[in-house]
């Protein structure tokens, strides 16, 4: 696709709940990146994936948190017994040569979680 | 860990004047940096990046100033435009993690 896509555009839902986040990256690159958004803060990385295998999972603030990307492309971050705490932007970025100099993260527009 | 801070939370500018944004980094084995632009509601947007090897680099109407002595990075705008009105973030990589700064929030005055 043109970008990285994400949905939904916003979730709400209620303490305790699952649900799960979808983005879609640019096509070609090989690299998929999630993030977490607070209101007014920069975007605090949780988890790269390196093709299909999740390269670094050590922003993931705790084991509620996971992501799967199944077959390279696609990925989903799913968020177990969620905690009004959660609430933020879940952002996503794609690169396509990761690990080199000036590779440049692409980012989605994001999917604006809200737990009640 | 990481740390990228930005000097001034608010910028408030006149339209056609030039902006400067800074941003302090403190890991000096970062080598890139990257600069975006976030607009309400939207993701952030790419605007121009800088390899620890330059200290400067130029695109349209913008400018980015590396100094490794002092970890400074900033970002300059030329003839700031209402539609610049957005939070700039920059972000410096070591590796394959990037670490954002809180963000300056650009206000054009038209």
């Known amino acids: 696709g043109a970008g990285v896509s994400q949905t939904p555009s916003n979730k709400v839902t209620e303490k305790g709940k699952y649900v799960e986040l979808r983005c879609d990256p640019i096509?070609?690159?090989?690299?998929l990146y999630w993030y977490r958004q607070s209101l007014g803060q920069g975007p605090e990385f949780l988890i790269y994936?390196?093709?299909?295998?999740?390269?670094?999972d050590s922003g993931l603030p705790n084991d509620r948190f996971f992501a799967v990307r199944p077959e390279g492309s696609v990925s989903t971050l799913k968020i177990q017994r969620t905690e009004r705490g959660d609430s933020a932007v879940y952002l996503c970025?794609?690169?396509?040569?990761?690990?080199?100099?000036?590779?440049?993260?692409?980012f989605g527009p994001g999917t604006r979680l809200t737990v009640l | 860990g990481e740390s990228v801070g930005l000097h001034l939370p608010t910028l408030s500018v006149q339209e056609g004047d030039n902006s400067i944004i800074n941003c302090a980094y403190s890991?000096?084995?970062?080598?890139?940096f990257i600069w975006y632009k976030q607009e309400s509601g939207k993701g952030p947007q790419f605007i121009i990046d800088?390899?620890?090897?330059?200290d400067k680099r130029q695109g349209q109407r913008v400018t980015v100033l590396l100094n490794k002595t002092v970890k400074h990075l900033s970002l300059q705008i030329a003839a700031t435009q209402p539609g610049d009105s957005a939070v700039y973030f920059c972000?410096?990589?070591?590796?394959?993690?990037?670490?954002f700064g809180t963000g300056t929030s650009l206000t054009v005055i038209p």
């Open positions: 970025a794609s690169s396509l040569t990761p690990g080199l100099v000036g590779d440049t993260q692409y």
């Open positions: 096509s070609g690159h090989t690299a």
């Open positions: 994936f390196q093709g299909t295998g999740a390269a670094d």
């Open positions: 890991n000096s084995a970062s080598d890139y």
């Open positions: 800088i390899r620890s090897n330059m």
């Open positions: 972000a410096e990589s070591h590796g394959n993690q990037f670490y």
